[in-house]
Each structure stands twice: as C-alpha cells, then as structure tokens.
C-alpha cells in the first residue's frame, strides 16, 4: 500500500439509504415517500428501473452486514427510512418499522460495527410533502419528533447519529429545479426548505440528546467552486454559487448567521431565534465530497447543466464543464485535490467553531460493474488528498466510503452504480469486486501498523506516527 498512515482511533466505514437499499416500500406497514410518489411518475427514473426493489437490502440486511465485517469496517452510516417509522409523518408510531432497524443495530453490534444513521436521507413521508414539505415550517417540528422517537429505541446502542443529509441537494434540485422529489422548480422562492431544513435540524440535535444520544453531526454537502472566467459578472455567479451551495448551511451551523444578509432577509419565520436553535453545538460535522464545480455568469444561449440537469438560463450563474480531467461514470470530474482544498477551507474559515471532521461520503460511480481500477485509483487518490489536509493541521476523525453496494441512484436508476459490491437487479445476488478487496486490505493494513505504531511508543496514541523505514 502506498497510502500515508492514518491515525490510531480513525474511523473506517461505508455509507447506504433507506431509499436506495431497502425496497420493500409497503412492507410491515411503511407509509409513502415523496420519492416513491415521484419515482413512480413517467419518465422520472430515467433507465425505468423499478425503485420499489431497491437492493433488497430490508429483507437481506444480514448479508449486508456480513459483508461489511468481511471488510473489517468499523461503522456503518445507513439512513432510517422516516415513514417506515412514522408513515403519517406525525402521529402513530409503526412499532414493525421501528423493530426493522432494533434488528439492524442488534446485528451491526454482533459483528463489532458502529451503527451511524442518517435520520433524514430525503424521504419524507409523503403526507407532509403533500401539505408542503421543506417549504412548510411544520415539517422541521414533526422531524424533531420523529428524531426522538428513535433515539428512545436505539441510544442505548449507537453512539453516532446523523440528522440529516444534503439539504443543499434537497433544496436546489427538488425544491428550485425539480430534478428530483418533489420536483418543484422555485428557483429562488426554494430558500424556505434551505431554512426549514436548518431549523429541522438544529431541533433534531435537541430532540436527541433529550433521549439520551450523543455524538451528534449532519452530513453536507461541499466543494469548492471554481470560477470560470475573470469577468466580474463570472466572479459575482461563483460568489454566489458558493454561498448557495455550501455556506449558506455551514454558516447558520456553525456561526448562528446566515452568510448574507439580503438571503437572511428571504428566510421564512423568526430568523433570528431559529437560528439560535440551528446553531446548537454540534460534536462532529461531516462533508460528502465529489467534485469541485466550475462557475461563471449565465450564458443564455447555451445548455448549462448541473450533474446532468438543465439549468434555467433566468439564474444568476452558469455551470461549466471542467476539462483536463478523467470523468467518472456520471461525468463528474476526478479531482482528489479538491477534496484537500474543501477541507482546508473549512478549517480556515471556521476556526475554532468547526468541531472534528468525517467524511460521510466519498466514491464515484462507474458503468462497468467488475472492472473497477478505476475506483480503486479513486479512492487510493483521495485518500491520500484526505492526509494531506490533515497534515496541514484539519482535525479528520474517519472516512465513510459511498457505497457498501451498487444501489438505485435516485433519478439516474441502476445506470450509475457506486458500491464496492455488484448488485444483480434482477436477482439482487451481490458480488465484491475488486475494489471491495483492495478497501479490506487498507482498513488491514491500517489497523495492522497502529498496532505496530503503539508498541514502538504507546505515547503517541491519536497522532500521527510515520511507519518505519
């Protein structure tokens, strides 16, 4: 392994959704998603694959576990599906669907894994998408609720929870663009399910720790924006790009102010008191990382384009194609160094507020299901992008890779698949490939020279210790 040593205590893990994984969509009494009600709208999962399938990951959750103990993973970040839990969104409680996950905790913590989960991985349930989802303030009290509901069942086992998953995504392409559920295209009159989502949280984080949980984070999205051009109007849609893309929720978490004053002047609600309840000290927070984005001023005569959605030509900025680059499956750009320069910010501009790091999602999806060099290439390279923020002093605390198998990948179906693990869509068989060994042999081989490190010299536990000429 050419990889740098990561610290004694670094956390090794993969990630999944509810969503993506788990299928069994009216099992055992589980309630609607807006995402089951949009998948199944014409033309929306664009290769026709049957989302209600998932991976089967609700009735094969054993394997699954399996194969991450074959990994030797220390945790694993899975989402709790919502209206599995309550499928109102408020009110009765399904007691089966709160079971499903006691069973998935038990079974993680027979095999040594940390249980992770994500409380709200974009599933909400469909009766308060129907009454306004992010949009309606009411929805950020009733996850509040949900969010106590289980960690009343299941903080005595799991020692770090997530809230919530990429409200940026949430918001820009379900609630301005209408890329994904609930496909609202509000564009700018979409900032309210920003704000609810923020609020949702910080109640959430409250919500926990009065039944007993603790080791708190979120999970959000970032990289850094590049700007495309030296025109004021391409500096101005990259400013701003920015701060819609990544501070305008980093900086109501971690600061309590939004990062500008006439977006805050857009913000539904008693702005200044809710931001009070968003801010709540967090114990860690995490970052999804894939690719940085190149922005400049709108040009109208062109198809711009965001992950492979149109972008309006009315909006303030314009997406560019970042070139000299190897492409991932989806057309992302590989820049591992990205992931260098999105940490490095974050601790520059947050300083002492910013509390230790996780990388909550990192990976790329590739069209062939057993040739995967590439994602070895992948994940060895931002790794070691990964080391070398925290050599220059980022606090990292462990890396969650996306994902543990190939899963239904939101609109983009079973076309774009990202696990360690093939999934066969017609017989759901799984089948480690090769980047699921080279990923057990790191955590070995990691885990085999902090053994070694500690007794050189049990004094330098939690730092960094170079291996041995």
Known sequence: MSLPIFPP??????????????????????????????????????????????????????????????????????????????????????????????RLVDELCAHGITPAPTLYHWDTPLPLEEAGGWLDRDTAYR???????????????????????????????GYALGEHAPGRTLLFDALPAAHHQLLAHGLAVRALRAAGADNIGAAFSHAPVWTAGDSDEDRFGAELYDTLTNWLFADPVLTGRYPDENLAALMPGPVAEDLKVISTPLDWYGINYYNPTLVGAPRPEAL??????????????????????????????????????????????????????????????????????????????????????????????????WSLTDNVEWTEGASQRFGLVHI????????????????RDLIRAQKTQKQKTQKRNPAVEGAYAAPPE
């Open 304 to 401: 711009e384009t965001f992950s492979g959605f149109t972008m309006p030509a009315e909006l303030p900025f314009g997406i560019r194609e970042i070139e000299g680059y190897e492409k991932t499956g989806f057309g992302w750009p590989v820049v591992p160094e990205g992931l260098t320069e999105i940490v490095t910010t974050l601790h520059t501009r947050y300083g002492g507020r910013l509390p230790p790091l996780y990388v909550t999602e990192n990976g790329c999806a590739l069209e062939e299901p057993h040739a995967d060099d590439r994602r070895i290439a992948y994940l060895e390279s931002h790794l070691t992008a990964l080391r070398a923020a925290m050599d220059a002093g980022v606090d990292v605390r462990g890396y969650f890779t």
């Open 9 to 102: 205590g670094f956390l090794w893990g993969a990630s999944a959704s509810a969503f993506q994984t788990e299928g069994a969509v009216d099992a055992d009494g589980k309630g609607p998603s807006g995402w089951d009600a949009f998948a199944a709208l014409p033309g929306r999962i664009k290769d026709g694959t049957d989302t209600t399938r998932g991976t089967g990951f609700h009735a094969r959750y054993r394997e699954d576990v399996a194969l991450l103990a074959g990994l030797g993973a220390d945790a694993f970040r899975f989402s709790v599906s919502w209206p599995r839990v309550v499928p109102g969104g408020s009110g009765a409680v399904n007691a089966d669907g709160l079971d499903f996950y006691d």
């Open 143 to 173: 996850f509040a609720e949900y969010a106590g509901i289980v960690a009343e069942r299941l903080a005595d086992r799991v020692p770090m929870w997530i809230t919530i998953n990429e409200p940026a995504e949430v918001t820009l392409l």
């Open 424 to 439: 066969d869509y017609e017989t759901l068989t799984r089948t480690p490939k090769r980047s699921y060994a080279w990923y």
